[in-house]
């Protein structure tokens, strides 16, 4: 029998495997590619020419990148899930579910009757590529990652939905002092919950799972997470020692059923086979002559602040400081905007040391020459940093650039700014901050995309970003998702496009993803026509001179882009006019200390991840608290509608005006319960039933009923209700009420009264979904409440199929309840006029916050209320104002009772001066991807600011306070005119 080889070309390596008759290994290699699969594997073949040579073989490729290798050499594939169950059936047999971990893909596949397979979609949140994005980020190897791990003490929410927003909750936990060992830990287990929520979509995994795959051989904190997670022992927890190679030793296995040839004869065909040139789509180059670039260049480099020479300069100075998120920049300057020192690097994760060591530098330079007359942060780290060195003032970054790009065109109207995963860009509107755009879900139209792909074809970013300024056909890769990207880039390097073309290619994607992925424009028009751009990106001029082209017209790049934020940060400390900076000087500096613990605050559901960072002297600040307790003081509680209502409703539970006899009722507290509890609970306890509600929402509760999801995108609050379902069963009611609801109550205010898809048919997913309420009795009838005629005459039809309760009874009932759910509605108004005269007597600006009535749910929000009012602000919520507007056309079809409320809402605070709106949106609402640009159209109409945040799992508030301050500057930057 010939001896048989499977070789395994992924998205990142190539595997190839040796079998004898007897199935066992003769020999094995794992190794990364960089995109030149061919090559790579006929370097491995020739490795083991002398074991081979002469010899009859069998070999078949397999892999996610084989398939174009086998077509093109004219050697068998077969499709890497069949080459896997192979080998697991052969060397595993009793296996139940193999879980396995690539360079951009994660699939599950489960055994046991049909073999049945899930993977990764669109995004590569959780693969091998997500664990490489996230250890260059914390700068330290995979390995180191990985040792890091294994010491951890705690484990912190992170998302691992994508590298973006991994980044944007691992960023403040170690801006915040929070210790890596804990951060590499949570980067394993985000990887873990993503596997497990997003692939087994409600399947459960049990029995005996097998791992296999790069990530999970090489790393042990993962293997350790997983491990932990899904409560396995070491029988059935399975990590084969060739667990990378699996797929291979499977295609091996396979090639039994094809020909043999002679290992010559294969080798010579995958030499040969140089892939078939396709045609690529591209573009017009960026610049067509050297003449044309020097030119570009001079308009550009004329955009300087004076420098001036620090060694010989003397008088007053003044400190701007951008703790940024990956990166920390520092500006010193004179009266005039001279630069006298500057300073960009990536803050290592440790922003206080490097600041220090700056500090102590510059101190070095001025000597008694110069006097630092105020000092000013921005930034991420702003707190921390401001509390650690005694600065004189922080200021919300996106005022930081605007004041920076006002010294360099004072008639901006537009401020883009592309850092390295993240993009700001903000209009600015009678010389204040207007609406501000961050990118929300992908950092595909970021530096760190570029970065990500020099890396991988062996360059250094300024390098690979020249290469592309004179290619004569940029290749056209589309915008989307830096992992697809990957695949676009591969295949268009099959097609033969040159590595200038690539390069040329990504800045032109770049541009294309801001400009219509996150700023969502129509046209140059909708952004402005003075346009400064900033953020390190833009130091690349094939990226600006593709912005430019694609917008049809020149815009302004300050030379000193990449630290307009501490530039502006300087500014800003100039117009504070001190007499003396105090800010910690040379000789305090000398005893600075700094350390920082990880705490878990108590105090509230919220349980905030503290960081207690204590400086020398005694001094203490902590960060991560969205509210003052933590700190010993108590919250301040501004009035607040939210917490109101929350309150208000958490006490429908009991026997309320009835007495019980009739059992216990379950109802899950979410969605559309919210709004509707003071209904139901009025229904069922006139009816003599005893009404439990599910437990308040937490992060614990998502997880008791997170293997039961079976879809991935749909929003938190849906999420969260499989957990409040299993924790009725668990409390033993006697049934679950849970009705299917098309449609909402009538408000007269919109063209139709529908509730959206989901919060109507959850309670049917529901039932399909969570196995455990099989076990009781859960009644998810169709109910209507908008037609109370209807409804009498239904319910009482239903309540006496079910329960036996007499008909009569029941229409009294439902009367009563209709009574207690306009008594509900009458009593928010009231309290929302009470809470808005309050405001203005006490001369304090009033917040609506527009969203759905579960945007209440603290665990939903995350404490977003007590941010606000912590900010001085009154909150109100939009059912308190929306009933003082009438009926208006729409540009949208206006058939939702909860949006049209949010409409009317805008429209009222338009006509309000002392008021701003802000607008809730659920991550991945489909229906709110409309209700945004119709709010914003109509809050910009009416003169006001549109602010809309994004609210998911995560409970980082980052993006959040950026929003809510840049709100605040602006309402004082009109007050000021």
Known sequence: MSLRIGIDIGSTTVKVVVLDEQNKLLFRSYERHYSKTRERACETLHSIQEMLQGKQVKLVITGSAGLGVANASGIDFVQEVYATAAAVNTYIPDTDAVIELGGEDAKIIFFGGALEERMNGSCAGGTGAFIDQMATL????????????????????????????????????????????????????????????????????????????????????????????????????????????????????????????????????????????????????????????????????????????????????????????????????????????????????????????????????????????????????????????????????????????RHFNPDVDFIIDIGGQDMKCFK???????????????????????????????????????????????????????????????????????????????????????????????????????????????????????????????????????????????????????????????????????????????????????????????????????????????????????????????????????????????IPFGLNMYENLPFWFELFTRLNFEVVLSPESSRKLYLKGQRTIPSDTVCYPAKLLHGHVEALVEAGVDAIFYPCMPYNFNEGVSDNNYNCPVVAYYPELLAANVPSLKKVCYLNPYFGLHRPKDFERKASEWFFNEFQVPKRETVAAAKAAYAAYDAYKEDLRATGRAYIEQARAENRPILVVAGRPYHMDPEINHGINDLITSFGFILITEDAVAYLEDKAPRHVLNQWTYHARMYNAARYVCTQEDMELIQLVSFGCGIDAITGDEMRSILEQGGKLYTQLKIDDISNLGAVKIRIRSLMAAIEARKAQ
């Open 138 to 405: 914390m700068n330290v190897t995979v390995n180191e990652l990985d040792e890091l791990s294994l010491r951890h003490e705690k484990i912190y929410p992170i998302a691992s939905r994508c590298g973006v927003f991994a980044k944007s909750d691992i960023q403040p936990i170690l801006n915040q002092g929070g210790r890596k060992e804990d951060v590499a830990a949570s980067i394993f287990q985000a990887v873990v919950d993503q596997t497990v929520a997003g692939l087994t979509q409600g399947r459960e995994l049990k029995g005996k799972i097998v791992f296999l795959g790069g990530p999970l051989h090489f790393l042990m904190g993962l293997r350790q997470r997983f491990v932990e997670t899904l409560k396995l022992d070491a029988d059935h927890a399975v990590f084969p020692e060739d667990g990378d190679c699996f797929a291979a030793m499977g295609a091996a296995l396979c090639s039994s059923d094809y020909g043999e040839r002679s290992f010559d004869e294969v080798l010579d065909r995958l030499e040969k086979s140089v892939d078939s040139v396709g045609l690529v789509d591209t573009m017009p180059p960026l610049f067509d002559s050297q003449e044309e670039y020097d030119a570009f260049l001079a308009r550009h480099n004329a955009m300087h602040p004076p420098e001036v020479d620090i060694h010989t300069y003397t008088g007053a100075a003044w400190l701007g400081i951008d703790a940024g998120s990956t990166t920390t920049k520092i500006a010193l300057i004179t009266a005039d905007g001279g630069l006298l020192y500057t300073y960009y690097h990536s803050n290592l994760g440790n922003p206080v040391a490097i600041v220090l060591e700056q500090l102590r530098e510059i101190y070095k330079l001025c000597g008694n020459r110069i006097t630092i007359k105020g000092a000013a942060v921005t930034g991420y780290g702003e707190d921390l940093i401001k509390n650690a060195f005694s600065c004189d003032a922080g200021l919300v970054e996106t005022v930081a650039h605007y004041s920076a790009a």
């Open 428 to 666: 600015i509107r009678n010389g204040a901050v207007d609406s501000i755009m961050l990118n929300e879900a992908c950092s595909s139209g970021c530096g760190s995309f570029i970065e990500t792909f020099a890396k991988a074809l062996g360059y250094s970013i300024a390098d690979f970003a020249k290469l592309g300024l004179f290619a004569q056909h940029p290749v056209n890769l589309g915008s989307r998702c830096t992992v697809f990207m990957n695949s676009s880039v591969k295949q268009a390097q099959k097609d033969g496009a040159s590595v200038e073309d690539i390069s040329a290619g990504l800045s032109i994607s770049i541009v294309k993803n801001a400009i219509y992925k996150v700023i969502r424009a129509a046209s140059a028009d909708d952004l402005g026509k003075h346009i400064v751009v900033q953020g390190g990106t833009f130091h690349n001029d094939a990226v600006l001179r593709a912005f430019e082209q694609e917008l049809g017209r020149d815009v302004t790049r300050p030379t000193i882009s990449g630290i307009m934020g501490a530039f502006g940060a300087a500014l800003a400390a100039r117009d504070l006019h001190l007499e003396k900076s105090g800010i910690l000087n040379a000789k305090a500096l000398e005893k600075f200390t700094h350390v920082a613990k990880p705490a878990t605050c108590g105090l509230c559901t919220n349980h905030c991840s503290l960081t207690i960072n204590t400086f020398d002297g005694g001094r203490r600040f902590v960060s991560g608290n969205r509210c003052s307790r933590p700190l010993g003081e108590e919250p301040s509680h501004l009035p607040d509608l939210m917490r109101y209502k929350y309150g208000k409703l958490r006490a429908l539970h009991g026997k309320g005006q009835g007495d019980g006899s009739r059992g216990k009722i379950g």
